[in-house]
C-alpha cells in the first residue's frame, strides 16, 4: 500500500503565501497614500479568493484520490488473466454440461446464469489455471476476482477464494502467505465482485515473478466453506377441484413424480375437507417399480405406525430424513379409522390405488394396492415436503496482474477500478 501526504483526508496542494500590506516609507521617502493602501489590499484578497477557489478546487478533484491505495494504483501495465486450463481441484459441477469446467466461468463479459459452476456441497474445491504469462516487468502484485451468488434462503453461505499449492499425493493446501485465503458471504444476487489483492506469492511468501505465477503446481481456487442451509420444496397435488370420501379401513395410495431436484424428504401430508373429522390416520411412503402394465412392487421406505387425529385440513407428519431421487415416482400412501372426505383432482390412469386393510395394521415392507379406478381417475391432495440442498454458484473467476518496468518512475494514473463487464482494468476512478 501507499500513501500521499492528506490534510484532514484530502491532498493538500503547496502552501500560498499572502503578504499584508507594507506601511513603511518608499525608498523614495514617500509614504503609500490610504488609497494606494485600499488597492493593495483589494489586489491581495483578489490573490487570496483566487489561492482558495484553487485549492478548493483543488481538494475536490482530488478527493476520490487520497486515502490508502494498492501498490497496483501506480502500475503502469495492467495484465487481466482468465481461465485457460484445468489446475487443482476440480469438485464443482458444470452447467451446462462441458468438457472442461475452466469453461464456464472465462466469460470476458459475464453471462450470469448462462454459464456457471456450482456445488451443493460444503468444503469442496474448484481450480484452474491461466495460460502462461509473459512480462519483462516487475510484477508489483495480482488480484483474483471472483463473481458469484447462492440460491440459499437460510443461512449464510461462504466462498473461500485464492490459491492453493499441490502437496504430493494427490492433495492441495491453501495457499496462507500474504493475505492468503479470502472468505466473502454470499448473496442471492450477482451484485458484487469478490476479490483479494497479494503483493506476494500467497504460495511462497516470495516476489511475484512470472515463473510462480505460471506454476502449473499452484492453482487459482473457490471453495464452498459453511452450511448452506436449506431450500424447501414439494411434490404431489398442490390444488384440487372436488371431494369423496377416503374409506376406512382401506389403504389409499396416489402415485406422483418428484421434480428435477433430488432432496431429503420432511413431511407428508394430506388434505381432509371435513366440517366434522373423526378417528385418526396414518400416513407413509412407498417406492414405484413397474412389474408389468399396471402392476406395481411398493417398497416401504418410511411409515407412521403410530397415528394421529384427524383434522379438518392439512393431517401432516415429520418423516425422517429419507434421501428422494430427481425425477422419481413414489407412492403416498394413508390408512383412515372413520371414513372422512377429503380433496380430490383428476390424474392420470392408474395414479390412485387401494386395498383393503385394518387401519390397526402396522405398515407392510411391500403392499401391493392394485385396485384402481380406472380412466376416471381421482387423485387425492397428498403432499411431500422436501428440502433441497441450495447451490453456491460461480459465473466468472479471472485474475489481474499490475506490474511496472524495472527502474521506472511511475506516475499515477487517476487509480484504478474495475468496469461494470470486468473486462480489466481501466483509468478513471478507485479501485474496488
Known amino acids: 500500500m501507499k500513501i500521499i501526504n492528506c490534510w484532514f483526508g484530502v491532498p493538500y496542494p503547496e502552501p500560498f503565501i499572502v503578504s499584508l500590506p507594507n506601511l513603511k516609507r518608499s525608498e523614495a521617502g514617500s509614504?503609500?497614500?490610504?488609497?494606494?493602501?485600499?488597492?493593495?489590499?483589494?489586489?491581495?484578497?483578489?490573490?487570496?479568493?483566487?489561492?482558495?477557489?484553487?485549492s478548493l478546487i483543488f481538494y475536490f478533484l482530488l478527493l476520490n484520490s487520497c486515502f490508502l491505495l494498492p501498490a497496483s494504483a501506480?502500475?503502469?501495465?495492467?495484465?487481466?488473466?482468465?481461465?485457460?486450463?484445468?489446475?487443482?481441484?476440480?469438485?464443482w459441477f458444470d452447467s451446462p454440461a462441458v468438457d472442461s469446467n475452466w469453461k464456464n466461468i472465462?466469460?470476458?463479459?459475464?453471462?450470469?446464469?448462462?454459464?456457471?459452476?456450482?456445488t451443493a456441497s460444503s468444503l469442496v474445491y474448484q481450480g484452474w489455471l491461466a495460460s502462461d504469462f509473459s512480462t519483462s516487468n516487475t510484477i508489483d502484485s495480482v488480484r483474483m476476482i471472483v463473481k458469484a451468488r447462492s440460491t440459499a434462503t437460510v443461512g449464510t453461505p461462504t466462498l473461500k477464494i485464492g490459491r492453493m499449492y499441490y502437496a504430493g499425493e494427490?492433495?492441495?493446501?491453501?495457499?496462507?502467505?500474504?493475505?492468503?485465503?479470502?472468505?466473502?458471504?454470499?448473496?442471492?444476487?450477482?451484485?458484487?465482485?469478490?476479490?483479494?489483492?497479494?503483493?506476494?506469492?500467497?504460495?511462497?511468501?516470495?516476489?511475484?515473478?512470472?515463473?510462480n505465477l505460471n506454476d502449473d503446481y499452484e492453482a487459482w481456487t473457490f471453495s464452498s466453506t459453511a452450511d448452506m442451509g436449506t431450500l424447501p420444496d414439494s411434490f404431489g397435488l398442490m390444488a384440487d377441484s372436488a371431494t369423496e370420501n377416503l374409506t376406512q379401513n382401506y389403504v389409499d395410495a396416489c402415485r406422483f413424480q418428484m421434480g428435477s431436484v433430488g432432496g431429503t424428504l420432511t413431511n407428508i401430508r394430506l388434505k381432509v375437507d371435513?366440517?366434522?373429522?373423526?378417528?385418526?390416520?396414518?400416513?407413509?411412503?412407498?417406492?414405484?417399480?413397474?412389474?408389468?402394465?399396471?402392476?406395481?412392487?411398493?417398497?416401504?421406505?418410511?411409515?407412521?405406525?403410530?397415528?394421529?387425529?384427524?383434522?379438518?385440513?392439512?393431517?401432516?407428519?415429520?418423516?425422517?430424513a429419507i434421501t428422494l431421487s430427481a425425477n422419481t415416482y413414489y407412492w403416498l400412501c394413508?390408512?383412515?379409522?372413520?371414513?372422512?372426505?377429503?380433496?380430490?383432482?383428476?390424474?392420470?390412469?392408474?395414479?390412485?390405488?387401494?386395498?383393503?386393510?385394518?387401519?390397526?395394521?402396522?405398515?407392510?415392507?411391500?403392499?401391493?394396492v392394485n385396485s384402481w379406478d380406472g380412466t376416471n381417475t381421482k387423485v387425492h391432495r397428498y403432499m411431500g415436503i422436501y428440502n433441497i440442498p441450495p447451490k453456491d454458484l460461480v459465473t466468472q473467476s479471472f485474475i489481474v496482474v499490475y506490474s511496472r518496468a524495472a527502474g521506472a518512475v511511475v506516475k499515477r494514473k487517476s487509480g484504478l477500478v474495475?468496469?461494470?463487464?470486468?473486462?480489466?482494468?481501466?483509468?478513471?476512478?478507485?479501485?474496488?
Not at 334 to 359: C, L
Open 334 to 368: 394413508a390408512k383412515m379409522s372413520v371414513t372422512n372426505t377429503v380433496q380430490w383432482k383428476g390424474g392420470a390412469t392408474g395414479q390412485h390405488r387401494w386395498d383393503a386393510e385394518n387401519y390397526t395394521t402396522a405398515w407392510r415392507d411391500t403392499i401391493a
Open 31 to 54: 509614504q503609500k497614500t490610504a488609497g494606494s493602501i485600499g488597492s493593495e489590499v483589494r489586489t491581495q484578497r483578489l490573490s487570496l479568493s483566487h489561492s482558495l477557489r484553487f
Open 74 to 91: 501506480w502500475a503502469d501495465q495492467v495484465d487481466t488473466l482468465r481461465p485457460a486450463l484445468e489446475g487443482g481441484l476440480q469438485q
Open 170 to 211: 494427490g492433495m492441495w493446501g491453501d495457499c496462507e502467505y500474504g493475505g492468503g485465503m479470502k472468505t466473502v458471504s454470499l448473496v442471492s444476487v450477482y451484485d458484487s465482485n469478490w476479490t483479494q489483492t497479494w503483493a506476494v506469492d500467497p504460495c511462497d511468501d516470495g516476489a511475484w515473478t512470472t515463473t
Open 106 to 118: 472465462d466469460d470476458v463479459i459475464t453471462d450470469l446464469d448462462t454459464t456457471y459452476l456450482y
Open 274 to 320: 371435513d366440517t366434522t373429522p373423526n378417528g385418526n390416520i396414518k400416513l407413509a411412503i412407498y417406492t414405484d417399480t413397474t412389474v408389468s402394465g399396471n402392476n406395481y412392487a411398493r417398497t416401504k421406505l418410511w411409515a407412521d405406525d403410530v397415528g394421529q387425529a384427524v383434522v379438518d385440513g392439512l393431517n401432516s407428519v415429520s418423516t425422517s
Open 418 to 432: 474495475q468496469d461494470e463487464d470486468n473486462k480489466g482494468a481501466i483509468e478513471g476512478g478507485i479501485a474496488r
